[in-house]
Structure formats: C-alpha cells, structure tokens
C-alpha cells in the first residue's frame, strides 16, 4: 500500500474502514462488489508514549545488540507519516480536544510549529505564510470555531500574538523533522485518545464494560462491580497466553461475539462485543501489540493471525531481523557448520535471506543467500533456477545438496528458529519494562536455576497421615504419600533431595505439593501431596468407558498450564509422562464440576541414569537426551509432553508397547506415534515430538493451540471440527454434558441403516461416534441426492431455518457435517427412534383412541403456531413429515419448502413450485401459487384427516381425490381437476370415526376464503376443548 513502509516497521500499521472507523485484521480477505465501495485508511495503529525523547522517562525503543546500540520505534519516512495522520485527526475533528484555556494555548503553539514546518518544506518564510494564509487553518474546527466565537477585540489580540510568535522564531534552525516531532510530541501529551482505542462491550452479566487498550499501559477496563471510575488495568500484553472468539448464543442477538482473553496466572475475562467485526478490532490490536513487545514470531488467535507471520512459522523464518541481530544470534548458536538462519529482508517485502557460518573456527565467515519471491508467488535461491511454491519445500530440497558461495561449500543441516526469548530489531522496550523478571529470592539462594526435576521408578510409595498441632490445641490431619529412596539406589540420593528441594519452591495449582523431605536412619524420604484416585494412565484404562473427550483435553489443557509455569521459569521437568500425573478429583457431571490433575515430581534425573533405563523410556525420553543425556533442556519436556497427549488420547495405552530392543531403532529411522483420529491434534502432538529440539513449540504456542482446535463457533473456525463447546466461568471453559458439537466429522459418522429416500435427499440413521468405541449418540443425518448449486443453496436454507427453530414440538437441530472440501453437505438431526407419525399410525392403529389423536393434534398446533410467530410458512404439513418421540409427543419435521413470510406482506408466491404435495394444498396455492400461514392451516385440516383415518393408503388425501376424479387423469391434468373439485365445494369425505366438532373443525380449515379459517392459535384451543370433553 505504501512501498516506502520497509517490513520492519509495517506491523505498526493497519486498515482502517472511514465509514464506522473499525480496524481490519491483517488475514482480512476484501471482496469486491460493484457498485458497492468502501473507503479504507492505511494508518499507523501501534503507538508507544515517548519514543521520541530518550531522556524522557516515558522513552521506548527497538531493542538492540547491546546498550547503546538501541533503534527508535519509527524511522523519519514512518514518523512522518504518524504527523500527518495525527494532524489530519488534529484538525478535522476526529478527537475530542479539551475546551479550556490551557488546551486553546496548547494548539496554537502547535499551530506556529505547523506554520514554520510548512515554511520551510515550501522554502518560504514564515512570516509569509503567515500573512497569505489564515492562522486558523492550523487549528482544529472545534477550535476555529470557539475562536470565531469571542468578541472582535479577542480575535484581533490572538492573531497579533500569533504573528509574534512567528516573527520571534522565524529564525530558528529547527529542521523539518524536528518541528514534526516537536509537534507529535505536543499532541501526545494533549491528546492520549490518539493513541489508545476504547471499546464499549458487555459482560456475561449484560453489565456495561469500558475497554481501553494502550501501548504503554497494556488492557485496562472499567467493571461494573468497580466503585472508582478510573480504568483498572486488567493485564499487560506480555501476560496474555491465548484469545478466543465464539458466537454468542443468545437470540436476537446473531452478530454478537463473546471474545474470552486468557491470563498468564489462567484468569479469564469473558466479553460481548457487539458485532463480530468489533471483536476482530479489538483481538487483532492486542494480538499486535503482544508481538511488538513480548514475541515478534507468536500470534495469540488464529482468527486474527496474519498470513505472512503462518508462512513464517511453517517455515521457521525470522521476521526482517536485522543482520547483527542474526550474526550474533549464529555466534550465541556457537558457529557450527551447517547451522543457518532464515529471515525476511528488512527492506524489501518480497527477498527473504539465508545466513550461515562457514570457514574454520579460527576463520568464521558470515554468508547471506538471497531468496526471491516472484510475482507469481513462487521462491527462487539466488544464483538458481528452480523455483519452488513455499520457502519450506526450498529448504526441504537443498538440504539435501552441497551449496556453494564465494568459493566455499556449505550444506544446510539445522535451522535456528525464532525463540521466545529473542530480542532483535522486532521488539520494542517500553518505559514501563525492565530487562527481566529476577528469579525469587528463594530460587537464587538455592541456586536451582539450572536444576533438572527428574523421576524414575526407584522408589517406594507408602501413603501416610501428616498431623499438625493447630493455634488452640486442635490436631490437623492431612492425607500424605511418603516416597522412600530404595537402599539399592542410594548413590542417586543427590538427584533425588535436588529434585525435592525443586519441587518444594514451586507453587502452581497443577503442580503436586511437596511437604518435604527426610533423613531416617540410611532412608531417605519425600513427603507430598497424597493424589486420591492415582495415576492418570491406570485411572483411564480402568474408566474408559466414562471418559469422554471432553475429560481428555481438560486435563491435557491443565497439564499444560503446568508445563507452561516451569518453561517460564527456565525450569526442566525432565519426566513428563501420563504415569507422572496424578488425578487430585474426578469429574462430577451433574454440579458440572471437572477433573483435577496435578504433575508429580521427576525423580531420579535422565543426566545419572543408565543408558538402558533411557532406552525403556523411549518414547518420553526425546532422542537428543537418547543420544546424550546432557542434552537436556525445555524441549526435552515438550517431547515427553506430546507422548503423554498421545497416552490421554489413546485412553492410557502404552506407546510402542510391542517393541522390545527395537525401540532405539524407532528413533534412528526418525518415526512418528500412530496418529490419532483428529487431524489437528495429530499435528500439535507431531509438532510437540520433532526431532529437531528448536523447533517443538513453546508451552504459550500449546495452550493456544489446544483452545483453538477446541472452540465451538464453526462460523469463526471454519477449518476447526473438534466437538467439545467451551463454558463460561471456569479456567478451562469448555463444554458441559449434554451440549452439542455445532460442526460433525464425517470420519465420526457411521452409517446405520437408512431411514427414507426422496427425489432429492435421504435420511440415514447415524452414530455420531469420536471415540470409536460404539459409545456415540445415535442421530438422523439428511443429506442430498444431487448437490446442484440450486439444490445446495435451498438445502443450505433449510439447515439456517431449523437451527433458528427451538421447541418442543421441533425436530432439533445438531449440526452440519461439511466433505469433500464443503461441497457436500449433511444436516445432523435428532434421531427420533419411532418414525414418521403416518407409519406410527399404519402399525398401531389399535391402540389409538379419540383422546390420544387430539393430543398429537395439539402438539403440531403449537409447533405451527410458533412457526407463525416466527414468520415461518411450513408448506409441506402432513403425517408423513411429522416425525413421533415417544408415546406422549411429535415433532413437526422437514423444512425443505419451508419459506419465510416477506416483511410487510402475510403471503408468499412461489416462482417455482417444482415438485408439490398438491393434495395437501390450498386452492389459492394451487392456483396463484400463493402461501400463508393460512394456507398452512388448509394443510392441517388435510392432517386431521389424516390422523382419524390412521393414514389408511387406502382412505389417504391422493386416493380419494384420485378416486373422484378418475385414476386415468395424469401430469398437469390431475391439478386441473383438482382444483376444479375444490372450487365446487369438494372436501375430502369424514372419517369413520371422526367426532362432528373435528369434522367441523376440518372443514374450518378447508374454506375456500384464506381469511376466514381459523388461527392456530384458536385451533389449538378447540382441539384441547375437544379433547378434555372426552374426559368426561
């Protein structure tokens, strides 16, 4: 949009729409539609106080290689642009501006600022400009017009101080860019609306909620409990671990979004914007500000996350990192031959650069391989001809090829990505930052920095009771495991009190509490937390049949908090396993209360044990530490967890149990776990298990991933089909029991037995089956015939119709299940085990009295009635669509004609009728083509007769009409005859065992006059006054 904008400093920036000022997300694909237009602002939207002044205490800037070596937030070409944004806001009126004496003194003095940058960009004097151009031209309106206001005496006095303003500092030596950063400066200190953006949105309460987001000052907001009416801060960017979007269910309400932020400390704050396009604003801003100054290479929420940042990820890439920052991160590396960096060239958006060590360690030479993005979005290596489609399939292949540059020979071996801990150019350091957050007191005096948490089976377990004497004589009893170092193992007793000392300094509530440690005699002893229901691989093996996903990616999900507070500790558990984890409380479905898990201590360190005793533990042990253990590190703990993802998921088998001494092989010919049935936690496992240690995720990347597959709100996560909804209020919210996925898989969905067949669609009986354990709901899945696009566009309506529909007396909506790309489509139904009422009523005729008939009659009333409310028009109301629940009820079912009534009209005409259950209709719908709720009422009066002839084929609407006409009438005839029956007062005949006032009541509903069959309403009240006389 603007060339001019090297890559270093686009992620300042953003799109702005004119019209209502709301901020497009980066991922934000524009379609054109004639002759509609929007008008969109290129804008700089990532501000921070103070960058311009490095003796001022609000000074913030880009990080460098060392102190002194630090660059300014904007270069002069982005700093000019920031003035001439502001300024335009300044003086048209964008932002409020105080009415005070200060603020009018304060503007002029930008106004003389204004007037000499302008004078001397033209090369004129400022006393010429001063006298051919108005002083109030510099002036916002809001104060031009306060100006104009005061007397003729006041004008004359601002304008003559003016002009001597002008003449004083007309000589000044000042240069351009000096007056614009004089003038942003003013601004800045006038105006902090210019840099901060307010959202007004709601919480889960409906209570009003302020919502301020600053550079300098993080999220801030204003709730509703709070007494004070100054904006608390709620976070500052760095403490965001993920962000969510999901719709918000609640009727009348369809744009709404409840966007949950997640907390550092696992603190969540649930928020309804208005619109989706509101929530995506306020995401996408803290979502860029976390990367300007927390992890230049990390997004927050996927729906948000832009597209050169993914291709980035994919491809380990470095944002436009600055060449000293990518030397020295090679030299930290320690310069081994073959280690290379890959990163966008800080100039030009579409040249990428390759760096990497070569010569000898007396001899390091730093080389740069250009890669080029061609127009046609292919990437070339300078000097070569191939081309290949993404920067990872570049590397893919001359990985396996020697290069050559400047007469030395290199070959790429391993890639150093981004990490988390980076401070390059990307990065800027705010007034309000220090150079880091010091370990604990504790931590440092026991120097456990560098410790490793270890675990091994070299223990005995005993449970035991710790008893306390309280304040006032009271005895406190605790429930506690005593851990006993074998005496066989005593030479491991160091390993064992370092990783007791360890876990005795950590406080997390998915961490097991370590009371301490004792020496007894040659024993030597840990005493922890006692975990009731013990480990987590014994606990699902023995409940598999109870533990339902949503059970397996809680605790995957606490574990990971878990996983996360040590990574950001620098702290290495070493021996994350499933057999690790004990479960503190089982899941409680009916208080909705969750499973509980905490991480047990490590034990004996990977560093002292046996080379034999790793290889058993593969695959929790990571390859790296396989072949020297001294490898281990934080990666080490993202293997060991994505092996006991995989156990959660596998409902607590053991991987690679059928393996014996062939299990190193495994890791020599760089193997992967069995997948799992869900594609996308497949790949977070997969990613947690690379072989190479740099380029497993951070426990941050895991949390937001593992909330992302999850969400609900398909219309968001389109690429999402995970089953489990998230709930309010707690720290994992996910769903409850009971609530049901929005979007079906179609792997999950096994065929049954099918339950009818039409020109156009069928209906199958499916289980819906994501543990593949025949433990899955059983559901009525519709799907079409042929997926025309006609076929598919009135199938896709019908699908939006239901899922608006809830009520008794409804068939329920589940969900969609989207193949081959979207192009098929299935609507997911509730299966209602007994039928169509038609066939209910063939097979049970015996036992159906008056009484009961009426009771079903009633229930398709209301069912109708509400349909009326909600403006529906049924159009196909017989016995073979209303589908039976049990004895006691009916659902209306089959909302494939069902249209909706026009704004201000009560009928709607059909242009093409197509196939049509004629015999049920009207006459004004067989012969103007004309549909109304009242034309629905005909249909049921069909119904009614339908329900006292026990849908006998025989006695059924077709065959007496038939009957009448004469069976030889074929095609278009048989509507002509039809409807020349119905004009001479024909109606089908009384049932045999029809009560007159039903008769009455059907032939109400046949008048030929729409307007005078009765409601509804009015007939659910007859048929319930029909019915309970027959009580008596």
């Known amino acids: 949009v603007c060339v001019w904008v090297s890559p270093v400093y686009c992620s300042l920036f953003g799109l702005m ?6 901020w497009f997300p980066p991922n934000h694909v524009f379609k054109v539609h004639q002759p509609a237009s929007e008008s969109l602002h290129f804008r700089i939207r990532y501000y921070f106080p103070g960058w311009q002044n490095n003796s001022s205490s609000l000074y913030a800037h880009r990080y460098g290689m060392s102190k002194g070596m630090e660059s300014p937030v904007m270069d002069d070409c982005v700093m000019a642009y920031q003035f001439f944004q502001w300024r335009s806001d ?9 009415v005070s004496h200060e603020a009018q003194e304060e503007c002029l003095g930008m106004a003389v600022l204004d007037m000499m940058r302008l004078a001397k960009e033209s090369g004129q004097s400022p006393v010429r400009i001063c006298n051919g151009t108005s002083y109030k031209s510099f002036l916002p309106k809001c104060m ?4 104009q206001e005061y007397n003729i005496l006041t004008r004359k006095r601002i304008r003559y101080r003016f002009k001597k303003f002008i003449q004083q500092f007309g000589e000044c030596k000042a240069t351009v860019c000096n007056l614009k950063l004089k003038y942003l400066m003013s601004l800045e200190m006038l105006l902090p609306s210019l840099y901060s953006e307010r959202f007004q949105v709601t919480d889960l309460s409906a209570r009003e909620v302020s919502i301020v987001v600053m550079g300098n000052k993080g999220i801030q907001c204003r709730l509703p409990q709070c007494d004070t009416l100054e904006l608390q801060t709620y976070c500052d960017f760095p403490e965001v671990i993920d962000i969510s979007i999901k719709q918000a269910n609640k ?8 966007v949950t932020l997640t907390r550092q400390d696992n603190q969540i704050l649930e928020l309804e914007f208005h619109s989706l396009s509101e929530a995506l604003s306020f995401v996408s801003l803290v979502d860029g500000y976390y990367r300007l100054v927390a992890d230049a290479h990390h997004y927050l929420c996927k729906e948000v996350a832009p597209p050169r940042l993914l291709e980035c990820i994919q491809s380990y890439c470095h944002g436009p990192v600055s060449m000293e920052f990518t030397i020295g991160k090679l030299r930290r590396s320690g310069n081994h031959q073959g280690l290379y960096i890959l990163r966008c060239s800080p100039r030009d958006y579409d040249k990428y650069f390759m760096s990497f060590v070569v010569g000898c360690e007396t001899m390091v030479v730093y080389k740069h391989c250009q890669i080029l993005k061609t127009e046609s979005g292919q990437y070339i290596l300078s000097g070569a001809k191939k081309s290949f489609g993404s920067l990872r399939e570049l590397l893919h292949c001359y990985q396996k090829e020697a290069l050559r540059t400047d007469g030395y020979t290199f070959q790429l071996t391993r890639c150093c990505p981004p990490t988390l801990k980076d401070k390059s150019n990307l990065l800027v350091c705010r007034n309000n930052q220090g150079a880091g957050v010091p370990l604990s007191p504790s931590l440092l005096k026991h120097n456990i920095s560098q410790m490793d948490l270890q675990f091994n089976n ?28 074998d005496k066989a193992h005593r030479n491991y007793s160091e390993s064992f009190f370092e990783a007791a000392s360890m876990m005795s300094q950590l406080s997390h509530k998915h961490i097991l509490l370590n009371y301490g440690v004792c020496v007894c005699s040659d024993e030597n002893m840990m005493v922890q937390e006692y975990g009731k229901f013990g480990s987590l691989d014994t606990y699902l093996k023995k409940n598999k049949s109870c533990v339902n996903i949503t059970w397996k990616l809680e605790v995957a999900k606490q574990l990971s908090w878990a996983m996360h507070y040590l990574e950001d500790k620098s702290l290495i558990h070493g021996n994350v396993c499933a057999k690790n984890v004990l479960l503190i409380r089982e899941e409680d479905r009916a208080t909705g209360s969750l499973p509980f898990i905490k991480l047990s201590d490590p034990g004996i360190s990977i560093i002292v044990l046996p080379r034999e005793v790793l290889v058993e533990r593969i695959p929790w042990v990571p390859p790296e530490c396989i072949e020297n253990p001294q490898n281990l590190s934080l990666a080490t703990d993202k293997w060991g967890f994505g092996t006991t993802l995989w156990e959660i998921c596998s409902g607590g088998d053991k991987p690679l149990s059928t393996l014996d001494c062939s299990k190193i092989l495994f890791y020599e010919d760089r193997h992967q776990l069995p997948a799992p049935k869900w594609t996308e936690l497949a790949n977070l496992i997969n990613s947690c298990m690379d072989y190479e240690p740099s380029h497993r995720p951070s426990f941050r ?4 991933d593992l909330n992302s597959l999850f969400t609900p709100d398909y219309e968001l996560l389109v690429e999402s089909d995970m089953v489990p909804n998230r709930t309010r209020g707690s720290g994992f919210p996910w769903a409850s029991e009971g609530q049901e996925p929005a979007q079906f898989e179609e792997r999950h969905l096994i065929f049954l037995k099918q339950l009818g067949k039409g020109n156009f669609g069928s209906v199958e009986m499916c289980r819906y089956d994501p543990l593949q354990d025949s433990t899955g709901e059983v559901v009525a899945v519709k799907k079409l015939q042929h997926s025309t696009a006609e076929h598919l566009r009135d199938f896709e309506r019908e699908i939006e119709i239901l899922k608006s529909l809830q009520h008794e007396n409804i068939v329920k909506y589940k969900g969609v299940c989207y ?21 209910y009523l063939i097979k049970h005729k015996d036992h159906f009295d008056s009484k009961k008939l009426l009771h079903y009659a009633s229930q398709i009333c209301k069912g109708m009635d509400y349909l009326a409310l909600k403006r529906y028009i049924h159009r196909d109301l017989a016995t073979r669509n209303i589908l039976v629940e049990s004895e006691m009820r009916v659902k209306i079912g089959d909302f494939g004609l069902t249209k909706v009534l026009p704004q201000g009209k009560d009928y709607y005409t059909v242009r093409e009728p197509g196939e049509s259950p004629i015999f049920w209709y009207a006459p004004e719908s067989l012969t103007e083509s004309k549909f109304s709720v009242a034309s629905d009422v005909w249909s049921f009066g069909v119904v009614l007769y339908e329900l006292y002839t026990y849908s006998d084929k025989n006695c059924s609407p077709p065959a007496v009409f038939m009957d009448k006409m004469g069976n030889e009438k074929q095609g278009q005839m048989i509507v002509y005859h039809l409807i020349d029956l119905l004009k001479q007062g024909y109606r089908l005949p009384a049932p045999d065992t029809c009560p007159k006032e039903i008769h009455k009541m059907m032939t109400e ?7 005078l069959r009765p409601t509804f309403k009015t007939l659910i009240h007859s048929v319930e006054t029909v019915r309970d006389s027959l009580d008596g």
Request: aromatic share 8%.
């Open 17 to 22: 729409r004119e019209s209502d000022r709301i």
């Open 90 to 98: 300044f003086l048209n009126g964008w932002v409020n501006i105080p």
């Open 144 to 147: 031009r017009s306060r100006i």
């Open 251 to 258: 009727e009348g309400s369809v744009e709404s979004r409840i």
């Open 458 to 485: 070299k223990t005995v377990i005993f449970c035991g009771v710790r008893k306390e004497l309280g304040d006032y004589g009271e005895i406190h009893q605790i429930d506690v495991v005593i851990k006993i170092l």
């Open 701 to 704: 990347a895991i949390i937001r």
């Open 819 to 839: 193949s081959a790309g979207r192009r098929n489509l299935r609507l997911i139904m509730e299966y209602l085990p007994y039928g169509s009422l038609r066939d």
């Open 1005 to 1011: 509903c046949w008048n030929s006059e729409p307007r």
